[in-house]
């Protein structure tokens, strides 16, 4: 089992930046694909950004130039940097590990909000 936990959300301005992290509870992260997601009401789940094994990276097309996934490769805690935030960035994200093999290991952290507001 793999748990995560996010931190690193708040408030913020608009145009501001701000660095939310995902802890997992083991650092053989070689297996899975991770990633952040978030979810406003009213709205299906999104995916904002993943990370492979090997570093590659995807993200959702019109968050690529703001957004910025990564990881500590030491302590597998991963991080996504965002930055020009506006209010439509509002949401709760989640940190997300997938299998590469069986992808219904399938794991969900608790989500941390962020909101940007003047």
């Known amino acids: 089992q793999v748990q995560l936990v996010e931190s690193g959300g708040g408030f913020v301005q608009p145009g501001g930046s701000l660095r939310l992290s995902c802890a997992p509870s083991?650092?053989?992260?070689?297996?899975?694909?991770w990633g952040w997601f978030r979810q406003v009401p009213g709205k299906q789940r999104e995916m904002v950004a993943t990370?492979?094994?090997?570093?590659?990276?995807n993200y959702a097309a019109s968050l690529k130039d703001r957004f910025t996934i990564s990881r500590d490769t030491d302590n597998g805690t991963i991080y996504h940097d965002m930055r020009d935030l506006d209010a439509d960035d509002t949401a709760y994200y989640y940190c997300?590990?997938?299998?590469?093999?069986?992808?219904?290991?399938?794991?969900w952290g608790q989500g941390t909000q962020v909101t940007v507001s003047s």
């Open positions: 997300n590990a997938r299998h590469k093999v069986a992808p219904s290991r399938d794991y």
């Open positions: 083991q650092t053989r992260y070689g297996a899975y694909v």
């Open positions: 990370i492979t094994p090997g570093g590659q990276t």
